[in-house]
T-cell receptor, first 118, second 113 residues
Framework: AQSVTQLGSHVSVSEGALVLLRCNYS??????LFWYVQYPNQGLQLLLK??????LVKGINGFEAEFKKSETSFHLTKPSAHMSDAAEYFC????????????????FGQGTILTVHP | EAGVVQSPRYKIIEKKQPVAFWCNPI?????LYWYRQNLGQGPELLIR????????DSQLPKDRFSAERLKGVDSTLKIQPAELGDSAVYLC???????????FGSGTRLTVV
């Protein structure tokens, strides 16, 4: 079984400041990890994903995340926040089966609402 | 390429009434998912299809919820009868198993009054 914990349901930053959204996972097998963003009344948009290979993953809109197996973490960062980054962010995990294809079920964290102040 | 299409976007019904949601996945995506997102929470899986077969429906409340995926393409999720606690956003997603690229639709926001 897998689970995801997002530390901090609300994060507030000033425009231009560093964005750090925390995600820790629990998984009995190597995980595949994702960050999604959700704007009001919209679906989920993929920001980035880690499956295999390089542990530092770059995504859209200047976001990146680093998979740290020893810390079971996959924190999301952006060097400089923009007003348009205000949204809710979800970390999610799925499992790779022995064949390397997706196990199928995405398990999400509770979400972190990011507020950006002028 | 069109994304995952869901309809309707919004639905308001009285409790005990039936309701249905429709999803058209991305062409060629053999895996289809229905998730429910309660207010202030992350989405939770209701059911997963591989082609036309439901391979994981362990979280689907089968006394009132049903789903089908005809010919392995479009899918319908039904609730009958609806309860107040069913108010949520119902998200459909699809993926092609080789790239872990889950794509979500815009969701249907259900309000049961």
């Amino acid at each position: 079984a897998q689970s995801v914990t997002q530390l901090g349901s609300h994060v507030s930053v000033s425009e231009g400041a560093l964005v750090l959204l925390r995600c820790n996972y629990s998984s009995s097998v190597p995980p595949y990890l994702f960050w999604y963003v959700q704007y009001p009344n919209q679906g989920l948009q993929l920001l980035l994903k880690y499956t295999t290979g390089a542990t530092l993953v770059k995504g859209i809109n200047g976001f990146e995340a680093e998979f740290k197996k020893s810390e079971t973490s996959f924190h999301l960062t952006k060097p400089s926040a923009h007003m348009s980054d205000a949204a809710e962010y979800f970390c999610a995990v799925t499992l790779a089966n022995a064949g390397g294809t997706s196990y199928g079920k995405l398990t999400f964290g509770q979400g972190t609402i990011l507020t950006v102040h002028p | 390429e069109a994304g995952v299409v869901q309809s309707p976007r919004y639905k308001i019904i009285e409790k005990k009434q039936p309701v249905a949601f429709w999803c058209n996945p991305i062409s060629g995506h053999n895996t289809l998912y229905w998730y429910r997102q309660n207010l202030g929470q992350g989405p939770e899986l209701l059911i997963r299809y591989e082609n036309e077969e439901a391979v994981d429906d362990s979280q689907l409340p089968k006394d009132r919820f049903s789903a089908e995926r005809l010919k392995g393409v479009d899918s319908t999720l039904k609730i009958q009868p609806a309860e107040l606690g069913d108010s949520a956003v119902y998200l459909c997603a699809s993926s092609s198993g080789n790239n872990y690229g889950y794509t979500f639709g815009s969701g249907t926001r259900l309000t049961v009054v």
